[in-house]
Every structure is written in structure tokens, then in C-alpha cells.
């Protein structure tokens, strides 16, 4: 058999196995949750530590992303002939259904997937996990059921933060660059605010974070090799949680957001 044709269904075999192993995970995971109230502590934990300390890198992207939006929007206006007094709704619109959510679900990738992925591989290939068994200790309730919670929950939450800081780059740079005034922007963002797109961002946000959560955990459960493997299913963890960020994101765009 040809070397391509093997490689290709090395490939493919194993794409098969990792769609498995990922549904194994999901059902322990969902199997774990009547056990949720001792892990409690856990999840309180994670939360803070996934989630609140994520909250400085989110200001930080979130006021640049507003502002580059801000004017982006503003030389696309000039292009086209656009009157200026939209930049509120146009911003408003893109930072609530888009870039709010996506942004915010690959930053947190970035920084929690990684490290998720990192911790429980390092825990796999010394062992740690497999001690944890020994004592009875069910690792998926111990170590998947409070990250995947704190990350379907945190995500959201971090969401709404981001939409606040983004308009607020946007109005700063609005103000400041474009000369529009503030009760323009914001009255334009008022009238383009829909109740049903700040909800399905949120609803965007909560899956981003669960699969975020899912996927770093199956990595780090599924790690070889000492440290090169830890390095290498980081790696992977990133960007297999980036790629299904961005394929779910269309999906939810089809469905949610009708044309």
C-alpha cells in the first residue's frame, strides 16, 4: 500500500478514535453531575482561577477591539459615503453578536485551554491521575467536572464584560478620532440593540466555553510522553478549541441569525 494511503488512514483512524474518546469524556462528565454538591468547593475554586483571573487579559482585548472597530467602521463609512451618526449601530451590532463572544472564547482558549490541557497532562504522565484511581477517587468528577463548569460558566460572564469595555473603546476612539459625539453613538447603539442578540451571544459563549473545557480536558487526560507530550497536546488543545470556536460560530450564525 502506498505511504499516502497509509498515513491518511493512520489519520483517519485516529480522528475516529479521538471523536470516541471525546464522547466517552462527555458521558462521564454528564454522569459525574450527581455528584456535583461534593465537588462544590472545587468548581468555586476553578471559577476564580479560570475565570476571574482572565478578567485583566479581557479588559485588555476587549478595549482595543472596540476602538480598532470604532474605526474601522468609521474609514469604511468614508469609503462608501456612509453618514457617521450609524457608527453606533454598526459597532453595537458587530461587538454584541461577533466579536464580543468569538474574541473573548479564543482569548480564554489561549490562556485556560492551554492550562487545563498543561495541568492534566502533567498530572497524567506523572501519574497523579492514575493515584487518584487507586484511592477511589474518580478523576472525571475530581478534575473534568469542575473545569468544564467553571469554564460553560465563566465564559459567558466574561462575554458581558467584554461587550461593555469594546463599546467603551468604541465611544473613546468615536469621540476622540471620528468626532462623533457620544450622544450619537450612543443613541445609534441603543436604537440597533436587540434583547435576542445579546441572549444569543451569551448562548454562543456558554458552548464555546464548554467545548474549551472538554477539549483541553480529553488532551490532558490523553497525554504521552513526558514533557514533549504535554507541549504537544497543549498545542493541540489550542488549536482543535479554536477551529470548533470558529466552525460552531457559523453554525450558530446560520441558525440563530437568519438572513
Not at 478514535?17 to 458521558?27: E, N, S, T
Not at 485588555?60 to 453606533?88: D, E, H, M, N, T
Amino acid at each position: 500500500m502506498p505511504s499516502g494511503l497509509q498515513e491518511l488512514g493512520r489519520l483517519g483512524v485516529n480522528f475516529i478514535r479521538a471523536i470516541g474518546g471525546v464522547f466517552i469524556l462527555l458521558y462521564k462528565f454528564i454522569a459525574s453531575l450527581q455528584e456535583l454538591h461534593r465537588s462544590l468547593g472545587l468548581f468555586v475554586h476553578q471559577l476564580y482561577l479560570l475565570g476571574v483571573k482572565s478578567v485583566p487579559l479581557i479588559i485588555i482585548i476587549s478595549i482595543f477591539v472596540g476602538a480598532v472597530s470604532a474605526w474601522q467602521a468609521a474609514y469604511q463609512f468614508k469609503f462608501i459615503g456612509a453618514p457617521l451618526r450609524l457608527l453606533g449601530h454598526a459597532v453595537g451590532k458587530a461587538v454584541v453578536i461577533e466579536l464580543a463572544p468569538v474574541l473573548a472564547a479564543i482569548v480564554f482558549a489561549g490562556r485556560v485551554g492551554a492550562g487545563i490541557t498543561a495541568e492534566l497532562g502533567t498530572m497524567k504522565v506523572t501519574e497523579q491521575i492514575d493515584a487518584l484511581e487507586s484511592m477511589g477517587i474518580s478523576p472525571v468528577r475530581y478534575l473534568v467536572q469542575p473545569r468544564v463548569l467553571a469554564c460553560l460558566f465563566m465564559v459567558p460572564f466574561l462575554v458581558i464584560f467584554a461587550n461593555f469595555v469594546a463599546i467603551v473603546g468604541a465611544l473613546i476612539v468615536s469621540i476622540i478620532g471620528v468626532a462623533v459625539s457620544s450622544e450619537t453613538f450612543l443613541t445609534g447603539f441603543k436604537d440597533s440593540f436587540k434583547l435576542s442578540d445579546f441572549v444569543n451571544g451569551l448562548i454562543k459563549a456558554g458552548v464555546f466555553g464548554f467545548i474549551i473545557g472538554i477539549v483541553g480536558c480529553y488532551h490532558g487526560f490523553n497525554t504521552k510522553g513526558g514533557a514533549q507530550g504535554v507541549g504537544l497536546a497543549t498545542t493541540s488543545s489550542v488549536v482543535i478549541s479554536m477551529v470548533l470556536i470558529l466552525v460552531f460560530n457559523f453554525v450558530f450564525a446560520v441558525i440563530l441569525f437568519r438572513i
